[in-house]
Protein backbone atom coordinates (compact mmCIF):
# COMPACT_ATOMS: atom_id res chain seq x y z
CA UNK A 1 0.00 0.00 0.00
CA UNK A 2 2.66 2.32 0.63
CA UNK A 3 4.00 3.50 -2.85
CA UNK A 4 0.22 3.77 -3.58
CA UNK A 5 -0.36 6.76 -1.04
CA UNK A 6 2.69 8.55 -2.42
CA UNK A 7 1.27 9.72 -5.47
CA UNK A 8 -1.98 10.74 -3.82
CA UNK A 9 -0.02 13.33 -1.69
CA UNK A 10 1.70 14.48 -5.03
CA UNK A 11 -1.54 15.59 -6.77
CA UNK A 12 -2.52 17.24 -3.02
CA UNK A 13 0.04 19.34 -2.95
CA UNK A 14 0.29 20.48 -6.89
CA UNK A 15 -3.79 21.31 -6.22
CA UNK A 16 -2.60 24.18 -4.18
CA UNK A 17 -0.24 25.61 -7.25
CA UNK A 18 -2.52 28.58 -8.86
CA UNK A 19 -2.30 26.76 -12.29
CA UNK A 20 -3.25 23.50 -11.40
CA UNK A 21 -5.71 24.93 -9.01
CA UNK A 22 -7.30 26.94 -12.23
CA UNK A 23 -7.92 23.58 -14.37
CA UNK A 24 -8.96 21.53 -11.63
CA UNK A 25 -11.79 23.91 -10.84
CA UNK A 26 -13.53 24.49 -14.50
CA UNK A 27 -14.22 20.57 -13.86
CA UNK A 28 -15.45 21.22 -10.43
CA UNK A 29 -19.53 22.09 -10.41
CA UNK A 30 -20.13 24.48 -7.89
CA UNK A 31 -23.02 23.92 -5.19
CA UNK A 32 -25.66 26.03 -5.33
CA UNK A 33 -24.81 28.53 -2.83
CA UNK A 34 -21.03 29.00 -3.61
CA UNK A 35 -21.99 31.41 -6.20
CA UNK A 36 -25.25 32.09 -5.08
CA UNK A 37 -27.26 35.64 -5.41
CA UNK A 38 -28.27 36.42 -1.55
CA UNK A 39 -31.13 38.61 -1.24
CA UNK A 40 -31.90 40.00 2.51
CA UNK A 41 -35.33 40.86 2.67
CA UNK A 42 -36.30 42.83 5.71
CA UNK A 43 -40.60 42.05 6.09
CA UNK A 44 -41.70 44.70 8.00
CA UNK A 45 -40.48 46.92 4.87
CA UNK A 46 -40.65 44.57 1.60
CA UNK A 47 -44.65 44.39 0.91
CA UNK A 48 -48.36 45.47 2.35
CA UNK A 49 -50.73 42.97 0.79
CA UNK A 50 -53.54 44.31 3.58
CA UNK A 51 -53.09 47.68 3.85
CA UNK A 52 -51.94 48.30 7.57
CA UNK A 53 -49.12 49.85 6.98
CA UNK A 54 -46.82 46.99 7.65
CA UNK A 55 -45.10 44.47 4.95
CA UNK A 56 -46.43 40.41 5.39
CA UNK A 57 -45.65 37.09 3.62
CA UNK A 58 -48.49 37.92 1.35
CA UNK A 59 -46.78 41.14 0.29
CA UNK A 60 -43.32 39.03 0.27
CA UNK A 61 -45.25 36.41 -1.93
CA UNK A 62 -46.49 38.41 -4.30
CA UNK A 63 -42.98 39.95 -5.04
CA UNK A 64 -41.04 36.73 -5.52
CA UNK A 65 -41.41 36.37 -9.22
CA UNK A 66 -39.55 40.37 -8.90
CA UNK A 67 -36.60 38.32 -6.96
CA UNK A 68 -36.71 35.64 -9.82
CA UNK A 69 -36.30 38.48 -12.47
CA UNK A 70 -33.05 39.50 -10.57
CA UNK A 71 -31.77 36.26 -11.23
CA UNK A 72 -31.62 36.32 -7.07
CA UNK A 73 -30.51 32.49 -5.88
CA UNK A 74 -32.09 32.85 -2.32
CA UNK A 75 -33.99 34.84 -0.31
CA UNK A 76 -33.25 35.37 3.45
CA UNK A 77 -36.23 36.72 5.34
CA UNK A 78 -35.30 38.86 8.28
CA UNK A 79 -37.23 37.09 11.41
CA UNK A 80 -40.73 36.33 10.94
CA UNK A 81 -41.67 34.76 14.13
CA UNK A 82 -44.22 35.64 16.88
CA UNK A 83 -42.86 38.77 18.28
CA UNK A 84 -43.77 41.72 20.58
CA UNK A 85 -41.65 43.35 18.10
CA UNK A 86 -39.50 45.08 20.63
CA UNK A 87 -36.42 44.77 18.20
CA UNK A 88 -38.97 43.81 15.25
CA UNK A 89 -38.55 40.30 15.52
CA UNK A 90 -35.00 39.63 17.04
CA UNK A 91 -37.09 39.20 20.16
CA UNK A 92 -39.21 35.96 19.82
CA UNK A 93 -41.72 34.66 21.51
CA UNK A 94 -42.72 31.56 20.21
CA UNK A 95 -40.08 30.08 17.62
CA UNK A 96 -42.54 27.87 15.87
CA UNK A 97 -45.15 30.23 14.92
CA UNK A 98 -45.32 33.14 12.48
CA UNK A 99 -45.89 37.03 13.63
CA UNK A 100 -50.04 37.57 13.34
CA UNK A 101 -49.55 40.95 11.34
CA UNK A 102 -47.02 39.71 9.24
CA UNK A 103 -49.35 36.14 8.36
CA UNK A 104 -50.00 32.63 9.35
CA UNK A 105 -48.38 29.27 9.16
CA UNK A 106 -50.71 28.58 6.18
CA UNK A 107 -49.29 32.07 4.28
CA UNK A 108 -45.43 30.71 4.92
CA UNK A 109 -46.72 27.72 3.10
CA UNK A 110 -47.93 29.43 0.55
CA UNK A 111 -44.62 31.76 -0.12
CA UNK A 112 -42.39 28.43 0.30
CA UNK A 113 -44.71 26.80 -2.10
CA UNK A 114 -44.36 29.35 -4.49
CA UNK A 115 -40.91 30.14 -4.34
CA UNK A 116 -40.47 26.56 -5.27
CA UNK A 117 -42.35 26.83 -8.53
CA UNK A 118 -40.34 29.60 -9.04
CA UNK A 119 -36.92 28.31 -8.52
CA UNK A 120 -36.33 30.93 -5.74
CA UNK A 121 -34.65 29.23 -2.07
CA UNK A 122 -36.05 30.58 1.50
CA UNK A 123 -33.39 30.79 3.86
CA UNK A 124 -35.02 32.03 7.61
CA UNK A 125 -32.88 34.34 9.81
CA UNK A 126 -32.05 32.00 13.43
CA UNK A 127 -32.25 33.75 16.39
CA UNK A 128 -30.57 31.72 18.57
CA UNK A 129 -28.68 33.81 21.53
CA UNK A 130 -32.49 35.34 23.26
CA UNK A 131 -35.72 35.23 23.42
CA UNK A 132 -38.40 37.70 24.01
CA UNK A 133 -39.28 37.82 27.97
CA UNK A 134 -42.75 36.64 26.59
CA UNK A 135 -41.79 33.76 25.87
CA UNK A 136 -43.24 30.60 27.59
CA UNK A 137 -39.87 29.54 28.00
CA UNK A 138 -38.82 32.69 29.67
CA UNK A 139 -41.78 32.94 31.65
CA UNK A 140 -41.61 29.27 33.09
CA UNK A 141 -37.67 30.27 34.24
CA UNK A 142 -39.26 32.91 36.19
CA UNK A 143 -40.92 30.70 37.95
CA UNK A 144 -38.37 28.36 38.32
CA UNK A 145 -40.10 25.16 36.61
CA UNK A 146 -38.92 22.17 36.64
CA UNK A 147 -36.69 21.44 33.52
CA UNK A 148 -36.67 25.33 32.38
CA UNK A 149 -35.11 26.95 35.77
CA UNK A 150 -31.84 27.46 33.98
CA UNK A 151 -33.39 28.33 30.74
CA UNK A 152 -31.43 31.31 30.66
CA UNK A 153 -28.55 32.95 32.24
CA UNK A 154 -29.57 33.40 35.95
CA UNK A 155 -27.31 35.42 38.87
CA UNK A 156 -28.06 36.70 42.83
CA UNK A 157 -25.95 39.72 41.75
CA UNK A 158 -23.33 41.15 44.47
CA UNK A 159 -24.32 42.99 47.83
CA UNK A 160 -22.34 46.14 47.99
CA UNK A 161 -20.29 46.06 51.17
CA UNK A 162 -20.26 49.64 51.88
CA UNK A 163 -24.11 50.13 50.97
CA UNK A 164 -25.78 47.03 51.67
CA UNK A 165 -27.45 47.30 48.27
CA UNK A 166 -27.40 44.69 45.89
CA UNK A 167 -26.03 45.35 42.12
CA UNK A 168 -25.27 43.52 39.07
CA UNK A 169 -23.53 41.01 38.90
CA UNK A 170 -20.80 42.35 37.10
CA UNK A 171 -20.35 45.68 34.36
CA UNK A 172 -21.21 44.18 31.59
CA UNK A 173 -23.39 46.35 29.20
CA UNK A 174 -25.77 45.34 26.33
CA UNK A 175 -25.88 46.56 22.59
CA UNK A 176 -28.76 49.35 22.89
CA UNK A 177 -27.31 51.40 25.68
CA UNK A 178 -26.76 50.48 29.81
CA UNK A 179 -26.53 47.04 32.48
CA UNK A 180 -26.87 44.10 30.32
CA UNK A 181 -28.47 42.59 33.37
CA UNK A 182 -31.90 42.97 34.75
CA UNK A 183 -33.68 42.50 37.95
CA UNK A 184 -36.63 39.71 38.67
CA UNK A 185 -38.46 40.98 41.55
CA UNK A 186 -40.57 37.47 41.15
CA UNK A 187 -37.35 34.89 41.19
CA UNK A 188 -35.23 37.48 43.11
CA UNK A 189 -32.43 37.09 40.80
CA UNK A 190 -30.66 39.40 37.77
CA UNK A 191 -31.05 37.96 34.38
CA UNK A 192 -28.40 38.49 31.58
CA UNK A 193 -29.58 40.73 28.09
CA UNK A 194 -27.03 41.14 25.47
CA UNK A 195 -29.65 43.19 23.58
CA UNK A 196 -32.40 45.07 24.96
CA UNK A 197 -34.13 44.55 28.31
CA UNK A 198 -36.78 42.61 26.39
CA UNK A 199 -34.24 40.11 25.01
CA UNK A 200 -33.14 37.79 27.38
CA UNK A 201 -29.78 35.58 26.82
CA UNK A 202 -30.35 31.75 26.34
CA UNK A 203 -27.72 29.82 28.31
CA UNK A 204 -26.34 27.32 26.21
CA UNK A 205 -24.29 25.77 28.92
CA UNK A 206 -27.82 23.98 29.54
CA UNK A 207 -28.01 20.53 26.98
CA UNK A 208 -31.75 21.42 27.04
CA UNK A 209 -31.94 24.96 25.44
CA UNK A 210 -28.84 23.24 23.08
CA UNK A 211 -31.69 20.81 22.12
CA UNK A 212 -34.47 22.79 21.84
CA UNK A 213 -32.75 25.20 19.49
CA UNK A 214 -32.06 22.54 17.03
CA UNK A 215 -35.22 21.53 17.47
CA UNK A 216 -36.37 25.03 15.91
CA UNK A 217 -33.82 24.86 13.35
CA UNK A 218 -35.46 21.07 12.04
CA UNK A 219 -38.80 22.87 12.27
CA UNK A 220 -38.35 25.34 9.94
CA UNK A 221 -36.88 22.71 7.79
CA UNK A 222 -39.57 20.72 7.34
CA UNK A 223 -41.35 23.31 6.13
CA UNK A 224 -38.61 23.50 3.22
CA UNK A 225 -36.15 26.28 3.97
CA UNK A 226 -33.46 26.09 2.15
CA UNK A 227 -31.36 26.78 5.48
CA UNK A 228 -30.34 29.27 7.92
CA UNK A 229 -28.59 32.70 8.46
CA UNK A 230 -28.04 32.82 12.05
CA UNK A 231 -27.73 35.86 14.05
CA UNK A 232 -25.86 37.65 16.69
CA UNK A 233 -23.96 34.48 16.96
CA UNK A 234 -20.03 35.51 18.54
CA UNK A 235 -22.13 36.71 21.74
CA UNK A 236 -23.97 33.17 22.21
CA UNK A 237 -21.86 32.04 25.09
CA UNK A 238 -20.29 33.96 27.71
CA UNK A 239 -17.58 33.49 30.28
CA UNK A 240 -17.91 31.10 33.06
CA UNK A 241 -18.48 32.55 36.06
CA UNK A 242 -15.20 32.20 38.67
CA UNK A 243 -14.81 29.59 41.48
CA UNK A 244 -16.42 32.16 43.44
CA UNK A 245 -19.33 31.56 41.41
CA UNK A 246 -19.25 35.43 40.13
CA UNK A 247 -18.72 36.91 37.06
CA UNK A 248 -15.81 38.54 36.24
CA UNK A 249 -16.23 42.68 34.77
CA UNK A 250 -14.55 43.92 31.59
CA UNK A 251 -12.07 45.83 31.26
CA UNK A 252 -11.95 49.41 29.45
CA UNK A 253 -11.68 50.00 26.69
CA UNK A 254 -10.81 53.65 26.52
CA UNK A 255 -12.77 54.24 23.17
CA UNK A 256 -15.69 56.20 24.86
CA UNK A 257 -16.41 58.36 27.80
CA UNK A 258 -19.73 57.43 27.68
CA UNK A 259 -20.32 54.56 29.93
CA UNK A 260 -23.73 53.23 28.99
CA UNK A 261 -22.56 52.49 25.45
CA UNK A 262 -21.15 49.04 25.14
CA UNK A 263 -18.11 50.19 23.32
CA UNK A 264 -16.92 51.88 27.12
CA UNK A 265 -15.40 48.17 27.46
CA UNK A 266 -13.36 45.63 25.96
CA UNK A 267 -16.66 42.70 25.90
CA UNK A 268 -13.95 39.92 25.78
CA UNK A 269 -15.77 37.83 28.05
CA UNK A 270 -18.68 38.07 26.73
CA UNK A 271 -18.26 37.71 23.06
CA UNK A 272 -15.75 35.49 20.73
CA UNK A 273 -15.97 32.83 23.17
CA UNK A 274 -14.39 29.46 21.83
CA UNK A 275 -17.80 27.56 23.01
CA UNK A 276 -19.76 29.42 20.41
CA UNK A 277 -17.58 28.10 17.37
CA UNK A 278 -18.11 24.37 18.61
CA UNK A 279 -22.04 25.21 18.20
CA UNK A 280 -22.01 26.48 15.24
CA UNK A 281 -20.26 23.40 13.98
CA UNK A 282 -23.08 21.30 15.68
CA UNK A 283 -25.67 23.25 13.78
CA UNK A 284 -23.64 22.29 10.45
CA UNK A 285 -24.53 18.70 11.48
CA UNK A 286 -27.92 19.62 11.81
CA UNK A 287 -27.73 20.82 8.04
CA UNK A 288 -25.91 17.73 7.02
CA UNK A 289 -28.05 15.55 8.88
CA UNK A 290 -31.34 16.67 7.43
CA UNK A 291 -30.09 16.32 3.94
CA UNK A 292 -28.65 12.34 4.61
CA UNK A 293 -32.46 11.47 5.61
CA UNK A 294 -34.48 13.74 3.77
CA UNK A 295 -32.11 14.26 0.51
CA UNK A 296 -32.45 17.47 -1.46
CA UNK A 297 -29.91 20.27 -1.98
CA UNK A 298 -27.80 21.54 0.34
CA UNK A 299 -29.41 23.15 3.43
CA UNK A 300 -27.08 26.39 4.19
CA UNK A 301 -25.80 27.63 7.13
CA UNK A 302 -24.82 31.36 7.14
CA UNK A 303 -23.62 33.42 10.20
CA UNK A 304 -23.42 36.69 11.56
CA UNK A 305 -20.44 37.75 12.93
CA UNK A 306 -18.73 41.12 13.32
CA UNK A 307 -15.50 39.93 15.13
CA UNK A 308 -11.96 39.75 13.87
CA UNK A 309 -10.90 37.66 11.12
CA UNK A 310 -8.65 35.07 13.73
CA UNK A 311 -12.12 34.04 15.11
CA UNK A 312 -14.21 34.81 12.28
CA UNK A 313 -12.45 32.37 10.11
CA UNK A 314 -12.80 29.52 12.78
CA UNK A 315 -16.52 29.47 11.66
CA UNK A 316 -16.15 27.53 8.47
CA UNK A 317 -14.66 24.94 10.50
CA UNK A 318 -11.04 23.32 10.36
CA UNK A 319 -9.71 19.86 8.70
CA UNK A 320 -11.60 17.58 10.94
CA UNK A 321 -15.33 19.30 10.82
CA UNK A 322 -17.52 21.54 8.95
CA UNK A 323 -18.73 24.73 10.01
CA UNK A 324 -21.10 27.50 8.54
CA UNK A 325 -20.82 27.16 4.90
CA UNK A 326 -20.45 31.27 4.77
CA UNK A 327 -19.60 33.29 7.85
CA UNK A 328 -20.86 36.90 6.22
CA UNK A 329 -18.03 39.02 5.46
CA UNK A 330 -18.97 42.21 6.88
CA UNK A 331 -15.23 43.88 5.77
CA UNK A 332 -16.55 46.21 3.04
CA UNK A 333 -19.05 47.21 6.02
CA UNK A 334 -16.32 47.88 8.66
CA UNK A 335 -13.41 48.91 6.81
CA UNK A 336 -14.43 51.95 4.72
CA UNK A 337 -16.86 53.02 7.76
CA UNK A 338 -13.78 53.47 10.07
CA UNK A 339 -10.77 54.63 7.45
CA UNK A 340 -13.30 56.35 4.74
CA UNK A 341 -14.73 54.92 1.52
CA UNK A 342 -11.31 54.85 -0.83
CA UNK A 343 -9.57 52.12 -2.94
CA UNK A 344 -7.26 51.74 -0.23
CA UNK A 345 -9.71 50.42 2.61
CA UNK A 346 -11.50 48.49 -0.20
CA UNK A 347 -8.35 46.58 -0.78
CA UNK A 348 -7.81 46.28 3.09
CA UNK A 349 -11.26 44.55 3.46
CA UNK A 350 -10.44 42.36 0.19
CA UNK A 351 -7.19 41.63 1.90
CA UNK A 352 -8.50 40.56 5.21
CA UNK A 353 -10.71 38.05 4.34
CA UNK A 354 -8.95 36.62 1.06
CA UNK A 355 -5.78 36.52 2.48
CA UNK A 356 -7.10 34.92 6.04
CA UNK A 357 -9.83 32.39 4.31
CA UNK A 358 -8.78 29.10 4.94
CA UNK A 359 -7.96 27.29 1.70
CA UNK A 360 -11.03 25.59 0.06
CA UNK A 361 -13.98 27.73 1.57
CA UNK A 362 -16.19 30.17 -0.53
CA UNK A 363 -15.39 33.72 0.27
CA UNK A 364 -18.57 36.26 0.41
CA UNK A 365 -19.32 39.99 0.05
CA UNK A 366 -21.93 41.93 1.82
CA UNK A 367 -22.13 46.00 2.02
CA UNK A 368 -25.45 46.21 3.67
CA UNK A 369 -28.11 45.04 6.31
CA UNK A 370 -30.85 46.43 8.13
CA UNK A 371 -28.37 47.60 10.89
CA UNK A 372 -26.20 50.15 8.48
CA UNK A 373 -27.06 53.06 7.03
CA UNK A 374 -28.10 51.86 3.42
CA UNK A 375 -25.32 51.55 1.09
CA UNK A 376 -25.73 54.15 -1.81
CA UNK A 377 -25.34 56.54 1.79
CA UNK A 378 -22.15 55.47 3.13
CA UNK A 379 -20.33 54.84 0.08
CA UNK A 380 -21.30 58.07 -1.56
CA UNK A 381 -24.44 57.57 -4.29
CA UNK A 382 -22.34 58.05 -7.07
CA UNK A 383 -20.05 54.50 -5.78
CA UNK A 384 -23.52 52.57 -6.00
CA UNK A 385 -23.05 50.69 -9.11
CA UNK A 386 -19.27 50.61 -8.54
CA UNK A 387 -19.87 48.55 -5.16
CA UNK A 388 -22.95 46.09 -6.86
CA UNK A 389 -20.27 45.10 -9.23
CA UNK A 390 -17.67 44.67 -6.86
CA UNK A 391 -19.75 42.48 -4.91
CA UNK A 392 -20.52 40.08 -7.77
CA UNK A 393 -17.08 40.17 -9.40
CA UNK A 394 -15.46 39.38 -6.57
CA UNK A 395 -15.16 35.49 -6.44
CA UNK A 396 -17.81 33.35 -3.89
CA UNK A 397 -20.96 34.48 -2.63
CA UNK A 398 -22.68 38.21 -2.76
CA UNK A 399 -25.44 39.45 -0.34
CA UNK A 400 -28.00 42.30 -1.49
CA UNK A 401 -29.50 43.78 0.99
CA UNK A 402 -33.34 44.85 -0.04
CA UNK A 403 -32.78 48.32 -2.12
CA UNK A 404 -29.60 48.07 -2.99
CA UNK A 405 -30.15 47.17 -6.92
CA UNK A 406 -31.81 50.30 -6.98
CA UNK A 407 -29.64 52.93 -4.87
CA UNK A 408 -31.92 53.46 -2.12
CA UNK A 409 -30.69 55.98 0.21
CA UNK A 410 -31.37 56.70 3.74
CA UNK A 411 -34.94 57.81 5.08
CA UNK A 412 -34.89 60.83 7.64
CA UNK A 413 -36.45 59.83 10.61
CA UNK A 414 -37.67 62.30 13.12
CA UNK A 415 -37.53 61.27 16.40
CA UNK A 416 -41.40 61.25 17.10
CA UNK A 417 -41.17 58.70 14.50
CA UNK A 418 -38.51 56.80 15.39
CA UNK A 419 -39.01 53.13 16.61
CA UNK A 420 -35.72 51.42 16.65
CA UNK A 421 -34.60 50.67 20.62
CA UNK A 422 -31.02 51.38 20.00
CA UNK A 423 -32.21 55.18 19.08
CA UNK A 424 -35.42 55.19 21.51
CA UNK A 425 -32.71 54.82 24.22
CA UNK A 426 -31.13 57.29 23.29
CA UNK A 427 -32.51 60.91 23.46
CA UNK A 428 -33.77 63.44 20.68
CA UNK A 429 -30.48 65.31 20.97
CA UNK A 430 -28.33 61.82 19.99
CA UNK A 431 -31.17 59.46 18.52
CA UNK A 432 -29.33 59.65 15.17
CA UNK A 433 -26.29 58.75 16.16
CA UNK A 434 -27.51 55.20 17.05
CA UNK A 435 -30.98 55.49 15.11
CA UNK A 436 -30.99 52.15 12.39
CA UNK A 437 -34.62 53.41 11.07
CA UNK A 438 -33.00 55.09 8.12
CA UNK A 439 -31.95 51.92 6.15
CA UNK A 440 -35.68 50.31 6.93
CA UNK A 441 -37.81 52.50 5.54
CA UNK A 442 -40.40 50.66 3.01
CA UNK A 443 -39.07 49.49 -0.11
CA UNK A 444 -39.71 51.53 -3.44
CA UNK A 445 -41.93 49.61 -6.09
CA UNK A 446 -43.21 52.70 -7.54
CA UNK A 447 -43.51 56.75 -7.87
CA UNK A 448 -47.17 56.20 -6.50
CA UNK A 449 -48.90 56.93 -2.61
CA UNK A 450 -46.37 55.19 -0.10
CA UNK A 451 -44.26 54.17 -3.50
CA UNK A 452 -46.54 51.19 -4.04
CA UNK A 453 -45.51 49.28 -0.58
CA UNK A 454 -48.90 50.31 1.16
CA UNK A 455 -52.25 51.55 0.90
CA UNK A 456 -52.27 52.56 4.40
CA UNK A 457 -52.60 56.05 5.11
CA UNK A 458 -49.72 55.92 7.62
CA UNK A 459 -46.61 53.20 6.84
CA UNK A 460 -44.91 51.97 10.37
CA UNK A 461 -41.69 54.05 8.87
CA UNK A 462 -42.16 57.02 6.52
CA UNK A 463 -40.97 56.68 3.08
CA UNK A 464 -37.46 57.79 2.22
CA UNK A 465 -37.52 61.10 0.06
CA UNK A 466 -36.09 60.32 -3.25
CA UNK A 467 -38.92 57.29 -3.96
CA UNK A 468 -40.17 59.23 -6.65
CA UNK A 469 -37.83 59.02 -8.78
CA UNK A 470 -35.58 55.66 -7.36
CA UNK A 471 -38.00 52.35 -7.44
CA UNK A 472 -38.36 49.75 -9.06
CA UNK A 473 -41.26 50.75 -11.72
CA UNK A 474 -39.14 53.67 -12.72
CA UNK A 475 -35.47 52.02 -13.06
CA UNK A 476 -37.22 48.59 -15.02
CA UNK A 477 -38.40 50.99 -17.87
CA UNK A 478 -35.36 52.70 -18.03
CA UNK A 479 -32.83 51.75 -20.66
CA UNK A 480 -30.12 51.98 -18.41
CA UNK A 481 -30.55 52.09 -14.66
CA UNK A 482 -28.88 50.58 -11.11
CA UNK A 483 -31.36 48.27 -11.36
CA UNK A 484 -30.36 47.01 -15.08
CA UNK A 485 -26.72 47.12 -14.09
CA UNK A 486 -27.44 44.54 -11.10
CA UNK A 487 -29.07 42.57 -13.49
CA UNK A 488 -26.89 42.61 -16.38
CA UNK A 489 -24.22 41.49 -13.44
CA UNK A 490 -26.08 38.75 -12.05
CA UNK A 491 -26.77 37.14 -15.34
CA UNK A 492 -22.66 37.40 -16.48
CA UNK A 493 -21.91 35.85 -12.97
CA UNK A 494 -24.18 33.22 -14.11
CA UNK A 495 -22.93 32.22 -17.94
CA UNK A 496 -18.82 33.21 -16.97
CA UNK A 497 -17.10 30.36 -15.59
CA UNK A 498 -14.15 32.90 -15.13
CA UNK A 499 -16.52 34.63 -12.16
CA UNK A 500 -17.16 31.05 -11.04
CA UNK A 501 -14.21 29.08 -10.53
CA UNK A 502 -11.62 31.34 -11.39
CA UNK A 503 -8.34 33.21 -9.62
CA UNK A 504 -8.45 36.23 -8.47
CA UNK A 505 -5.36 39.20 -8.45
CA UNK A 506 -6.56 43.06 -7.45
CA UNK A 507 -4.75 46.46 -6.78
CA UNK A 508 -5.11 49.87 -6.55
CA UNK A 509 -4.29 52.06 -9.02
CA UNK A 510 -3.41 55.67 -8.96
CA UNK A 511 -4.45 56.13 -5.56
CA UNK A 512 -8.55 55.89 -5.94
CA UNK A 513 -9.11 53.23 -8.66
CA UNK A 514 -9.41 49.85 -7.13
CA UNK A 515 -9.35 46.94 -10.03
CA UNK A 516 -9.92 43.24 -9.73
CA UNK A 517 -8.96 40.40 -12.44
CA UNK A 518 -10.93 36.95 -12.65
CA UNK A 519 -8.79 34.63 -14.95
CA UNK A 520 -9.36 31.23 -16.17
CA UNK A 521 -7.36 29.57 -18.08
CA UNK A 522 -9.19 28.61 -21.64
CA UNK A 523 -11.84 31.31 -20.20
CA UNK A 524 -12.26 35.13 -20.76
CA UNK A 525 -10.70 37.16 -18.52
CA UNK A 526 -12.68 39.55 -16.85
CA UNK A 527 -11.63 42.73 -15.48
CA UNK A 528 -13.59 45.11 -13.14
CA UNK A 529 -11.94 48.62 -12.29
CA UNK A 530 -14.04 51.66 -10.64
CA UNK A 531 -12.69 55.18 -9.25
CA UNK A 532 -13.36 55.53 -5.95
CA UNK A 533 -12.45 58.80 -5.55
CA UNK A 534 -13.90 62.47 -5.99
CA UNK A 535 -12.38 63.56 -9.10
CA UNK A 536 -11.15 62.03 -12.93
CA UNK A 537 -8.26 59.93 -13.47
CA UNK A 538 -6.75 57.82 -16.44
CA UNK A 539 -5.51 54.45 -15.43
CA UNK A 540 -2.87 52.05 -16.81
CA UNK A 541 -4.02 48.56 -16.47
CA UNK A 542 -1.00 47.27 -17.88
CA UNK A 543 0.56 49.13 -15.16
CA UNK A 544 -1.49 46.14 -13.09
CA UNK A 545 -1.32 43.44 -15.34
CA UNK A 546 1.38 43.39 -17.95
CA UNK A 547 -0.40 40.48 -19.68
CA UNK A 548 -3.58 42.07 -20.47
CA UNK A 549 -4.30 42.43 -24.36
CA UNK A 550 -4.18 46.02 -25.67
CA UNK A 551 -7.80 46.32 -26.15
CA UNK A 552 -10.66 44.52 -23.42
CA UNK A 553 -14.50 44.65 -24.96
CA UNK A 554 -16.53 47.17 -22.15
CA UNK A 555 -19.28 44.46 -21.00
CA UNK A 556 -20.81 47.01 -18.07
CA UNK A 557 -20.90 50.07 -16.77
CA UNK A 558 -22.04 52.29 -14.37
CA UNK A 559 -25.15 54.48 -14.81
CA UNK A 560 -23.15 57.69 -16.12
CA UNK A 561 -20.85 56.66 -17.70
CA UNK A 562 -20.10 57.63 -21.23
CA UNK A 563 -18.93 54.43 -22.37
CA UNK A 564 -20.79 51.92 -24.53
CA UNK A 565 -21.37 48.32 -24.55
CA UNK A 566 -19.75 46.78 -26.68
CA UNK A 567 -16.84 49.32 -27.55
CA UNK A 568 -13.43 48.13 -27.54
CA UNK A 569 -11.09 49.65 -24.66
CA UNK A 570 -7.94 50.56 -24.58
CA UNK A 571 -6.48 49.41 -21.51
CA UNK A 572 -3.28 51.47 -21.49
CA UNK A 573 -5.64 54.71 -20.99
CA UNK A 574 -8.78 54.45 -19.77
CA UNK A 575 -10.21 58.31 -18.61
CA UNK A 576 -12.50 57.38 -15.71
CA UNK A 577 -14.78 60.14 -13.63
CA UNK A 578 -15.66 60.16 -10.51
CA UNK A 579 -17.47 56.74 -9.16
CA UNK A 580 -16.97 55.35 -12.77
CA UNK A 581 -16.87 51.87 -12.78
CA UNK A 582 -16.39 49.25 -15.72
CA UNK A 583 -16.46 45.32 -16.29
CA UNK A 584 -14.75 44.79 -19.22
CA UNK A 585 -13.85 41.32 -20.83
CA UNK A 586 -11.09 39.74 -23.11
CA UNK A 587 -13.99 38.99 -25.77
C1 LIG B 1 -20.64 50.53 46.31
O1 LIG B 1 -21.46 51.67 46.28
C2 LIG B 1 -20.74 52.88 46.27
C3 LIG B 1 -21.73 54.03 46.43
O2 LIG B 1 -22.73 53.97 45.41
C4 LIG B 1 -19.94 52.97 44.98
O3 LIG B 1 -19.19 54.16 44.91
C5 LIG B 1 -19.00 51.79 44.89
O4 LIG B 1 -18.35 51.77 43.62
C6 LIG B 1 -19.75 50.49 45.07
N1 LIG B 1 -18.81 49.38 45.15
C7 LIG B 1 -18.74 48.40 44.26
C8 LIG B 1 -17.73 47.35 44.55
O5 LIG B 1 -19.47 48.36 43.30
C1 LIG C 1 -11.50 21.29 14.94
O1 LIG C 1 -12.59 21.67 15.74
C2 LIG C 1 -12.97 20.70 16.68
C3 LIG C 1 -14.27 21.14 17.32
O2 LIG C 1 -14.17 22.41 17.87
C4 LIG C 1 -11.84 20.54 17.67
O3 LIG C 1 -12.19 19.57 18.64
C5 LIG C 1 -10.60 20.08 16.92
O4 LIG C 1 -9.50 20.06 17.80
C6 LIG C 1 -10.28 21.03 15.77
N1 LIG C 1 -9.25 20.43 14.95
C7 LIG C 1 -8.24 21.14 14.42
C8 LIG C 1 -7.31 20.39 13.54
O5 LIG C 1 -8.08 22.33 14.66
C1 LIG D 1 -14.95 62.27 -1.35
O1 LIG D 1 -15.77 63.29 -0.84
C2 LIG D 1 -16.51 62.89 0.31
C3 LIG D 1 -17.48 64.02 0.64
O2 LIG D 1 -16.85 65.26 0.56
C4 LIG D 1 -15.54 62.59 1.43
O3 LIG D 1 -16.24 62.19 2.59
C5 LIG D 1 -14.63 61.45 0.99
O4 LIG D 1 -13.68 61.18 1.98
C6 LIG D 1 -13.94 61.80 -0.32
N1 LIG D 1 -13.27 60.60 -0.80
C7 LIG D 1 -12.00 60.58 -1.17
C8 LIG D 1 -11.50 59.27 -1.60
O5 LIG D 1 -11.30 61.57 -1.17
C1 LIG E 1 -27.73 42.25 10.84
C2 LIG E 1 -28.54 41.70 11.96
O1 LIG E 1 -29.16 40.69 11.81
N1 LIG E 1 -28.56 42.39 13.08
C3 LIG E 1 -29.29 41.98 14.25
C4 LIG E 1 -28.33 41.37 15.20
O2 LIG E 1 -28.97 40.95 16.35
C5 LIG E 1 -29.64 41.96 17.06
C6 LIG E 1 -30.31 41.30 18.22
O3 LIG E 1 -30.99 40.14 17.81
C7 LIG E 1 -30.61 42.73 16.19
O4 LIG E 1 -31.04 43.87 16.87
C8 LIG E 1 -29.94 43.16 14.92
O5 LIG E 1 -30.85 43.76 14.04
CA1 LIG F 1 -49.59 44.17 6.27
CA1 LIG G 1 -25.35 34.90 25.04
Not at 40 to 67: A, V
Not at 251 to 278: A, C, F, H
Not at 354 to 383: C, E, F, K
Amino acid sequence: MQPLQLPIVFICLLALGQACQDSASTTTTKDWWENAQFYQIYPRSFMDSDGDGIGDLNGITSKLEYLKELGVTAAWLSPIFKSPMVDFGYDISDFFDIQPEYGTLEDFRNLIKKANELELKIILDFVPNHSSDENEWFKKSVKREKGYQDYYVWHDGKVNASTGVREPPSNWLQAFRGSAWEWVEERQQYYLHQFAVQQADLNYRNPDVVAQMKRVLRYWLNEGVAGFRCDAVPVLFEVEPDENGQYPDEGLSGLTDDVDNRNYLKNELIENRPETIDMSYQWRTVMDDYQRIHGGETRVLLIETYAPPAYTMQFYGNRSVEGAHLPFNFNLITVPASSGVSAGSIKTAVDNWLLNMPSGRTANWVIGNHDQRRAASRYGVANTDAMNMLVMILPGASVTYQGEELGMTDGWISWEDTQDPAACNANEDTYEEFTRDPSRTPFQWTSDTNAGFSTAAKTWLPLASDYETVNVAMESAASKSHLTIYKSLIELRKGSKTLQNGATKYAVLNEEAFVVKRYLSGYPIIVYVANLGNASLTVDLQEFDTTLASSLTMEISSLDSQKTEGALIEVSSIALSAGEALVLTSI
